[in-house]
């Protein structure tokens, strides 16, 4: 399988535990995206990279929020002190280059209790 | 900011009939992307269809087509000959290209869950 993967694909917590996803992108693509779906809502651009350089990090949601590409391959999506607010999920995308098809992973399912 | 909005929070069918999902967005670009996404139960969201602005001809793919009012700010997604596997969450998405740092994140709208009957 070559699409993108995401690991854990369910994460349960407890309020105040710092949580880190991981995603692996298409191996070629160097474009990578993170989006945050709630129940009832289209997913939510939060970030990206290409290669590793963070491009943007505006749309980040707090600053409990961060994320890593540190060779440019995979990247990891950190929450540290999570709040039940965050309870959603966490999807990863990745692309070859600007504007192209973004492909997406199936996703981390964050439950914080 | 760019708006992607979609007033059908439902749609039931029957198979084999065609269906028509509206999206109207807000921007004030006049050069982007769009696109209509599928996410069925439990699986992963893949593109159905993109369409640049820039072009006029409405993109297809097999049974799936769109109608681009430019003028009017609206893409609608058509569905012919619908079969029990395109029931799904369908987004309709929006991407610019004048976002300051080269940003190309997806602007989504709610969504639109489609049921194909029997």
């Known amino acids: 399988d070559t699409g993108v993967s995401q690991d854990p694909r369910h994460k349960i917590t407890k309020r105040g535990q710092n949580v880190t996803f991981r995603c692996d992108p298409i191996?070629?693509?160097?474009?990578l995206y993170w989006y945050r779906q709630t129940l009832g809502q289209g997913p939510e651009f939060l970030t990206y990279?290409?290669?590793?350089?963070?491009?943007?990090k505006s749309r980040l949601l707090s600053d409990r929020f961060s994320a890593e590409r540190p060779k440019g391959s995979f990247s990891t999506l950190e929450i540290q002190r999570t709040e039940q607010g965050d309870s959603a999920m966490y999807l990863c995308?990745?692309?070859?280059?600007?504007?192209?098809?973004?492909?997406f992973g199936p996703g981390t399912r964050l439950t914080v209790l | 900011a760019q708006t992607v909005t979609q007033s059908q929070p439902e749609m039931s069918v029957q198979e084999a009939e065609t269906v028509t999902l509206s999206c109207t967005y807000d921007?004030?670009?006049?050069?982007?992307?769009l696109f209509w996404y599928k996410q069925p139960p439990s699986r992963q969201m893949i593109l159905v269809i993109r369409?640049?602005?820039?072009?006029?001809q409405n993109a297809t793919e097999n049974r799936f087509s769109v109608n681009f009012q430019k003028a009017a700010k609206s893409f609608s997604l058509k569905i012919s000959d619908s079969q029990l596997g395109d029931t799904a969450m369908y987004f309709c998405?929006?991407?610019?290209?004048?976002?300051?740092?080269?940003?190309?994140?997806?602007?989504f709208g709610k969504g639109t869950h489609l049921i194909i009957q029997p």
């Open positions: 995308a990745s692309s070859l280059r600007i504007l192209d098809t973004q492909y």
């Open positions: 191996s070629e693509h160097n474009r």
């Open positions: 990279f290409q290669n590793e350089a963070q491009l943007e």
């Open positions: 921007t004030s670009e006049s050069n982007y992307y």
């Open positions: 369409q640049e602005a820039y072009k006029q």
């Open positions: 998405a929006f991407c610019g290209t004048m976002s300051g740092g080269g940003a190309d994140g997806l602007t």
